[in-house]
């Protein structure tokens, strides 16, 4: 008995020293790795059609998905990335002009508007009273954050090479994964100490709650961003591409929305007298944008199982400050992976509430 205790002692240490040195030896890959996980779990369904069009030939059609992959999400993110760039140095020039001529005129040119100015300069006033330069704080605060940007983007260009790096390492990822699903879910099934009915609940459940939470609110995210882009483009508001992106991001997060940017855009188009570009945007946004959720949340979520609001907007939020850009799929991964966690408590701890169904 002593013998099996310090058999089962010696073996949990190894085991732990083991996977502390794999982590070490995955530590410098985690990103592409992850990504290339999640793909592999997003695209699983994809493949799945892909395998029966190619009559069961998992290398082909694992390869395909990876070629999807690279044509519908990868090449558009890098000619996104460099219209953002495009942009953002636009926009950094205009506040630099700003900020030498001590004027807003350059950013703001709607505040011509007498009515706006006679406010300012009230409010103004009062603020001056306080000795707070609103003028100064507003440049400098634009500057400062166009001047981030732009380091973050071109920092990200310059890096090329790891890049390229990263994406073969993902698609290589995400290729051994799609093609040899079937064994590695045996594989971590079988490592899960309980019953194979529980076992089957509980990765039913870890898919519901990631395609929900990836598929319903990146894609409805996505075509708000897109559509409020396309909208800003036609009514020739600068730097289409940044908002769009901007939308698009605020779409992700339940507290906000796109209407942060298309609203007041409409409102200051309104004050400069754009008024039919003004009720376009306004009525574009009211009944197209906000109508994204109503009509593709339902189509691509269809009553699975996901993530409450709360936890939704922290994993997003949490996942972009810990892992970056790839915390958008990280975070949700990993909070979904907790709830499955907890799953598997309740299941320990209620056997018999299982078994009967209840």
């Not at 799945?48 to 069009?53: A, E, I």
């Not at 409409?266 to 959720?293: C, N, R």
């Not at 892992?323 to 209620?350: H, T």
Request: charged share 10%.
């Amino acid at each position: 008995m002593e013998n099996k205790k310090l058999n089962n002692l010696f073996i949990s240490l190894a085991i732990l020293v083991t996977l502390y040195l794999n982590y070490l030896i995955l530590k410098p890959f985690l990103s592409p790795v992850l990504l290339g996980v999640i793909f592999s779990i997003v695209f699983y369904p994809v493949y799945l059609k892909l395998l029966k069009f190619t009559k069961g030939k998992k290398g082909i059609a694992s390869s395909a998905v990876c070629l999807l992959v690279t044509v519908i999400i990868i090449i558009p993110l890098i000619f996104l990335t460099e219209s953002i760039v495009s942009e953002i140095i636009s926009l950094y020039v205009r506040i630099d002009a700003a900020i030498q001529a001590d004027s807003y005129k350059e950013i703001l040119p709607f505040l011509d508007d007498k009515t706006l100015q006679n406010l300012y300069q009230k409010v103004n006033r009062y603020l001056t009273a306080l000795q707070i330069d609103t003028k100064n704080i507003f440049l400098n605060t634009l500057k400062e954050s166009s001047s981030y940007g732009i380091s973050m983007l071109t920092g990200s260009i310059k890096n090329l090479s790891l890049f390229i790096v990263n994406l073969f390492l993902m698609l290589f990822t995400m290729y051994y994964l799609l093609k040899d699903s079937n064994m590695i879910a045996a594989e971590i099934k079988g490592l899960i100490p309980l019953p194979e009915h529980q076992k089957e609940r509980i990765f039913a459940r870890l898919k519901d709650i990631i395609y929900a939470t990836i598929y319903g609110t990146l894609v409805a995210a996505t075509v708000q961003g897109l559509l409020g882009g396309i909208a800003f483009w036609a009514l020739g508001i600068s730097s289409p591409v940044l908002w769009g992106v901007v939308m698009g991001l605020l779409a992700i997060f339940p507290v906000f929305g796109a209407f942060f940017i298309w609203l007041p855009a409409s409102v200051i188009l309104l004050i400069q007298g754009s008024y039919l570009s003004a009720i376009t945007l306004l009525l574009w946004g009211v009944f197209v944008i906000s109508m994204v959720d109503n009509l593709i949340w339902p189509l691509l979520v269809s009553g699975r199982a996901m993530l409450h609001p709360l936890a939704t907007f922290f994993s997003f939020l949490g996942g972009i400050i810990v892992f970056g850009p790839i915390g958008l799929f990280v975070g949700p991964f990993v909070f979904a992976l907790l709830l499955i966690l907890l799953d598997i408590v309740k299941e320990i701890n209620q056997p018999e509430r299982v078994s009967t169904g209840t």
